[in-house]
Structure formats: C-alpha cells, structure tokens
Antibody, heavy 122, light 108 residues
Framework: EVQLVESGGGLVKPGGSLRLSCAAS????????LNWVRQAPGKGPEWVAY????????YYADSVKGRFTISRDDAKDSLYLQMNNLRVEDTAIYYC???????????????WGPGTMVTVSS | EIVLTQSPATLSLSPGERATLSCRAS??????LAWYQQKPGQAPRLLTY???NRATGIPARFSGSGSGTDFTLTISSLEPEDFALYYC??????????FGQGTRLEIK
C-alpha cells in the first residue's frame, strides 16, 4: 500500500526539542521531493519545509527557519523534521506530504500521512 | 509572499446542487494552483492540481479551472460526502508555499 506514516509527536515545553519521522512505503521514495505541512487547531494548513530528491535543496517557512531542519534517509525510506527551540505557536498536527510528480518544484501534494500532534506548553 | 483569498467563507447548499468555490491570488500563480478537501480528523486530500488536472481517483464531478489570479473549483452535483472544508494552494512563487484560508461547504 502506498502510504506515509508520521511519528514522534508529543508534549514538550517551550524551548524544547522533538524529532519527527515519516515512514514511507509502496513507492520509490528516493525519486520524490517531500514536505512537512502543519495545521494548528482550527486553522488551515501551513507549509513548513521542503526537501528535494537527493537532498540537493531544502527550503523553510520563515516562521521555522533556523530552528527546524528537514532531512531524509533514502536507505530507510524515511523523512525527518528536527525541531529545536520550540514555541507555543508551533503547536499543530504535523503532516508529511509527497509531491505529485516525483522530484518537482511546482507540484501539489498528492499523498499525505495521517499526521502527528505536537503540543508545546509549559 | 503570495496571498490566496477564498470565497465565500461558508457555502450552504443542498445535495444535488452545483457548488462553485473561488480562490484569488495576490499575484499571478500561472496555473500552479491546487485544491484540497479536508474532513474532520483527516489529512487534506488532493482534488485537482495545475489548475485543472484531476488527481487520481477523484470523481468527475470535481473540476478546477482558471489561470493567473482567478481560480474556481466546481462540484457539479453535490453528494452527501462532499460537505467538508476546501483549501486552495499555490506553488508558483515560493518559498513560501501558501494555502488559502478555506471555504466550508455545509448542508443547507
């Protein structure tokens, strides 16, 4: 089955760190560019970060630049998001999402995981 | 940053009716505009991309159109399962990739 499954969410205090993982199956992971997208309670989706195939390019939303790092391990068919110096406003469901046409700069997200909840609170 | 403005915020219709949802961009996004459907407790689901291409497995009653700054998602005849939140999304000029604020399609 073609799927993405996130893990690693939880409750963390402001200033803390978390590492999210996204396990892929059912498709050739290495040939796709991937993204993290988050959604705060009751809000719309917000793009967080992008990584190209081969990890050649990474891009970040301004709100997380310098605090979050996206990476991938093609040998393990896995995507990661290292989140440092977390803030209350980072509280959200975090989704990994695949680009629709492989390694793509202008693509929509055709495959999403179910998400993992991150709560930042003291 | 390209801002996407969706209208209306809420659309109240009955099953069998035609739904027309709008998304306007603050500057041209060419045809790099997608539409998603989201139901409570679920991830967004891709409906259309590149303005008018239907995603795999999406019923023919969903169609996207437009280019530049004005886009429309049309649902030709509403089924009960179509009542949900809908978001548009652009990937023309980024970062950042941006989403609209959403349109809630509710049963009248």
């Amino acid at each position: 089955e073609v799927q993405l499954v996130e893990s690693g969410g939880g409750l963390v205090k402001p200033g803390g760190s978390l590492r999210l993982s996204c396990a892929a199956s059912g498709f050739t992971f290495s040939t796709y560019s991937l993204n993290w997208v988050r959604q705060a309670p009751g809000k719309g989706p917000e793009w967080v970060a992008y990584i190209s195939s081969g990890s050649t390019y990474t891009y970040y939303a301004d709100s997380v630049k310098g605090r979050f790092t996206i990476s991938r391990d093609d040998a393990k068919d896995s995507l990661y998001l290292q989140m440092n110096n977390l803030r209350v406003e980072d509280t959200a469901i975090y989704y990994c999402a695949r680009d629709v046409n492989g390694d793509c700069y202008t693509c929509a997200f055709d495959l999403w995981g179910p998400g993992t909840m991150v709560t930042v609170s003291s | 940053e390209i801002v996407l403005t969706q209208s209306p915020a809420t659309l109240s219709l009955s099953p069998g009716e035609r739904a027309t949802l709008s998304c306007r961009a603050s500057q041209s996004v060419r045809t790099y505009l997608a539409w998603y459907q989201q139901k409570p407790g679920q991830a967004p689901r891709l409906l259309t991309y590149d303005a008018s291409n239907r995603a795999t497995g999406i019923p023919a009653r969903f169609s996207g159109s437009g280019s530049g700054t004005d886009f429309t998602l049309t649902i030709s005849s509403l089924e009960p399962e179509d009542f949900a939140l809908y978001y548009c999304h652009q990937r023309s000029s980024w970062p950042p990739i941006t989403f609209g604020q959403g349109t809630r399609l509710e049963i009248k």
